[in-house]
């Protein structure tokens, strides 16, 4: 692999982490409500201006959408469509999968995908959030976990 | 908080993680070189549709954007645009964000935004990977980080 070999080189590269995803949102109180109805943990980080959540591994920060394309220096468009990314949680069972995209509903998610049995041997559904934001919450039964949930990948 | 309350109350939720990021590519090749290019390690669970790459923390799978969309039951929209979502690496030092950036735009991607301080008092810059895809590359002396340069929000 290309990347094996650069590494050998010690040459400089990007550090293989993703510390935060943050998510544009329309309304900032009704956005963090929602996760917090999920069961997440609104951190003391957050400010008028950003909601911060402790997830296991990667933050999730919550940001006015106009806010957070200006500071990415990209104009935003008016598609509420999909954007090209989507997030996956990971649980250990089929019953777990449903009653996740279950509460997903109950605190006002929109359920795009039914749970159902995925072509790649795994189960999965998914749920848009109050903004649009893709979430997958999928059991694979080949994918080894760690701690906190987190997957090892090989 | 009302999410401290709903645990209290032992209610199903929904897990706080996020192991996986997908991002929707035109090229599969072309996309998982530019991530190679970068110094990640491509992981064996790769196969020909997606490609995976670890991460400290939440795994990055690059995937057909169509594909994708499918995947989710969404429509695909022809606009590259801002999708509503930014992914963050944090880094050190001021001189680490320039470093990672310079090797982000070595490896073919586009400079979206130059390194300069930032108004909540860090430094950062953006690039776009060959999809489009937003990344900050921030060095926040306000965060500790932990063990893999995990963030550890207070």
């Known amino acids: 692999l290309k990347c094996q ?3 050998k080189d010690g040459a400089v590269g990007v550090p293989a982490r ?3 995803i943050t998510l544009g949102v329309a ?3 009704r956005a963090a409500g929602f996760y917090e109805a999920l069961g997440w943990e609104r951190s003391a980080a957050s400010n008028d201006d950003i909601c911060w959540f402790k997830t296991a591994g990667t933050a999730l920060g919550l940001f006015s959408r106009r806010a957070l394309a200006e500071d990415a220096n990209l104009p935003d468009q008016s598609s509420r469509g999909f ?3 989507t997030m996956a949680i990971n649980v250990d069972s089929e019953t777990a999968v ?3 995209i279950g509460a997903a509903q109950r ?3 929109t359920v795009i995908k039914a749970p159902r049995k995925a072509d790649w041997g795994g189960y999965s559904g ?3 959030d109050l903004d649009g934001h893709p979430w997958e919450i999928a059991h694979n039964p080949f994918f080894e976990t760690g701690p906190e949930g987190l997957l090892r990948l090989p």
Chains 1, 2 share one sequence.
């Open 27 to 29: 309304d900032l109180d």
């Open 18 to 20: 993703i510390n935060i």
């Open 107 to 109: 605190a006002g998610a």
């Open 98 to 100: 449903d009653e996740a």
């Open 5 to 7: 070999l650069r590494r």
């Open 126 to 128: 998914y749920f848009a």
């Open 83 to 85: 954007g090209g990314i």
